[in-house]
């Protein structure tokens, strides 16, 4: 059974840092393309960021600069650093990777930037 369990959000101060996790498990993590989405209040859910089986990165362009996916092989885990956090990153954030046959999704992790 193929599950990605979010960890890591909370309640941070604009120009804070939070670093979220994404453990995988049922899959051979290692051979998968990893995603961030997040979804806020009213909005259409959006990708942030992607890393590859092979460690190559892409992020949208309202986070380039602050966040940074990674990935740790030997922990079947991917990790978000959020920096310099804003308001707009106010949202449920999301781990998935694509199966054969559907998207394996995480249940989310709330991530709320306010002063």
């Known amino acids: 059974q193929v599950q990605l369990v979010e960890s890591g959000g909370g309640l941070v101060q604009p120009g804070g840092s939070l670093r979220l996790s994404c453990l995988v498990s049922?899959?051979?993590?290692?051979?998968?393309?990893i995603n961030w989405l997040r979804q806020a209040p009213g909005k259409q859910r959006e990708a942030v960021a992607h890393i590859t089986n092979d460690g190559s990165t892409n992020y949208a362009d309202s986070v380039k600069g602050r966040f940074t996916i990674s990935r740790d092989n030997t922990k079947n885990t991917v990790y978000l650093q959020m920096n310099s956090l804003k308001p707009e990153d106010t949202a449920v954030y999301y781990c998935n990777t694509e199966g054969l046959r559907t998207t394996y999704w995480g249940q989310g992790t709330q991530v709320t930037v306010s002063s």
């Open positions: 049922g899959i051979k993590f290692r051979f998968y393309d």
